[in-house]
């Protein structure tokens, strides 16, 4: 059961997207054996059909935004700049197929001090998922109601931060350790496009 916030209820839905996994590949693994994300600009593309999916949510009356964990910035491995270019990058495609990504969220911190050079980033902050401080910020800009609305991810993270405020959530299937967390879905697809259908069907059936 999600958490009740005292927001008042919003008349705009969204669908928030993970973005690693989901709107892009992984690239090879960290030095813990996750999964890494792109840590420069010429090394991140998007899936060929994350475009499409944006494009069929705004379709749907769905602002979009990514929510999105970045902590290989605290880290000293990503630099600011390739970061922004990055999702730059990913607006434009989208534009060019006619979908709109309202909005990037991002978490630069890092709780460990060991993994984190740059120490002003150093935080046990309320953006990190899987806490929901990303999607409540979105919730306040853009006056979202989130019982209507969706978050779609690839690990437990998002969809505890997605049920923590009441969506309904989609987790995209992949090969990444969920450390062994129990993960309850509404639904699973293959990737972000049937995810998008999934939206679409239980949306058009009401």
């Known amino acids: 059961m999600g958490i009740r916030h005292n927001f008042p209820t919003g008349l705009n839905r969204a669908v928030f997207l993970d973005r690693d996994g989901v709107i892009n590949p992984t690239v ?3 030095e813990f054996g996750r999964t890494e994300s792109p840590l420069r600009l010429e090394d991140y593309q998007i899936f060929p059909w994350t475009a499409e999916a944006v494009k069929i949510l705004n379709d749907l009356g769905f602002h ?26 990913l607006i ?3 534009r060019q197929k006619d979908g709109v990504i309202d909005k990037v969220y991002v978490c630069l911190h890092h709780p460990d001090p060991n993994q984190v050079r740059d120490k002003t980033l150093l935080a046990d902050c309320d953006c990190r998922k899987p806490k929901h ?3 409540l910020q979105a919730t306040r800009e853009f006056n ?13 993270k998002d969809i505890q931060a997605g049920q923590a405020v009441g969506c309904r959530t989609i987790l995209v299937r992949n090969e990444i350790d969920n450390r062994g967390k129990t993960i309850n879905p ?11 259908h999934i939206i679409e069907r239980e949306e058009t059936s009401k």
Do not use: C, Y
């Open 28 to 30: 090879g693994f960290d």
């Open 64 to 89: 979009v935004f990514v929510v999105t964990n970045q902590p290989a910035v605290a880290k000293g491995k990503l630099d600011l700049f390739d970061l922004d270019g990055m999702h730059a990058f």
């Open 92 to 94: 434009r495609q989208v």
């Open 133 to 135: 401080g990303m999607l």
């Open 144 to 156: 979202i109601d989130l019982t209507r609305s969706w978050m779609i991810g690839d690990t437990w």
């Open 186 to 196: 509404d639904f699973s697809a293959e990737n972000l496009l049937e995810a998008t």
